[in-house]
Nanobody, 125 residues
Framework: QVQLVESGGGSVQGGGSLRLSCAAS????????MAWFCQAPGKERDVVAS????????YYLDSVKGRFTISRDNAKMTLYLHMNSLKPEDTAVYYC??????????????????WGQGTQVTVSS
């Protein structure tokens, strides 16, 4: 019944932009911290950005600060990641995740309760 469905991934050239979306259903969206994780081949699944449920406090991985913006629309139960100035090293599968009873900051994958299926982002030179 709980679903997180990502969309918006694709292939772009370096310097380009994408907007990822995550449509949520089946749980109390506004009470959950939402996050975007990335996982490149052979790498750990790392948090890219997160945003708290009601206060909107954000966290960003250092490498994406100033380039990515996380936002949410609680009425639409949708999470977004606006990705600008994309670099080849941003290439990864991006997952949205929902976590309860978490604080803003560098949370871990194991902290999250619900996960989407992932969407591929490929950035070419």
């Amino acid at each position: 019944q709980v679903q997180l469905v990502e969309s918006g991934g694709g292939s772009v050239q370096g310097g380009g932009s994408l907007r990822l979306s995550c449509a949520a259903s089946g749980f109390s969206f506004s009470n959950y911290i939402m996050a975007w994780f990335c996982q490149a081949p052979g790498k750990e699944r790392d948090v890219v950005a997160s945003i708290t449920g009601s206060t909107g406090i954000t966290y960003y991985l250092d490498s994406v600060k100033g380039r990515f913006t996380i936002s949410r629309d609680n009425a639409k139960m949708t999470l977004y990641l606006h990705m600008n100035s994309l670099k080849p090293e941003d290439t990864a599968v991006y997952y949205c995740a929902a976590g309860r009873f978490l604080r803003a900051g560098p949370t871990r994958a194991n902290d999250y309760n619900y996960w989407g299926q992932g969407t591929q982002v490929t950035v070419s030179s």
